[in-house]
């Protein structure tokens, strides 16, 4: 086969096979776009949850808040690690795109755990009156 022969046969090739591969291509970048709405909506509701929760510690006695206040602020920086982790996600090539949604679910994940902590270690605390 000479090497026209070949270009040629490659192009038809890729020529049968692209409309295949752009589906492919928009079906992935629908399901990526559909996912990043679907955690858009979980860390806005954990935002929502985490002022609450904070606003609610301002009530607390001076001792329980001094411990409130410090396991707060390694919320918060979980809760900056998610976002990032999100702007990351959005900028990420199709290749890399499975571990990065790994990696998505983890920090949403320990985010989420540590607010349940927080959550259940102070809601029994007593308040000032």
């Known amino acids: 086969m000479t090497l026209i022969s070949k270009?040629?046969?490659i192009t038809s090739i890729i020529f049968v096979l692209a409309p295949f591969l752009s589906a492919r291509d928009e079906t992935?970048?629908?399901?990526?776009?559909?996912?990043i709405k679907q955690i858009e909506k979980k860390l806005d509701?954990?935002?929502n949850e985490i002022n609450e929760l904070k606003d609610k510690?301002?009530?607390?006695?001076?001792d329980t808040k001094a411990e409130f206040n410090k396991e707060m602020a390694e919320l918060r920086k979980k809760q900056k690690e998610a976002k990032e982790q999100l702007h990351e996600l959005r900028h990420t090539a199709t290749k890399q795109w499975g571990k990065a949604k790994s990696a998505m679910d983890g920090a949403a994940r320990e985010l989420k755990n540590?607010?349940?902590n927080l959550f259940s270690r102070f809601k029994g605390r007593?308040?000032?009156n």
């Open 7 to 9: 270009i040629a046969l």
């Open 28 to 35: 992935q970048r629908e399901e990526e776009a559909g996912y």
């Open 45 to 47: 509701t954990l935002d």
């Open 57 to 62: 510690g301002i009530e607390l006695k001076d």
């Open 114 to 116: 540590a607010f349940d």
């Open 126 to 128: 007593k308040i000032e």
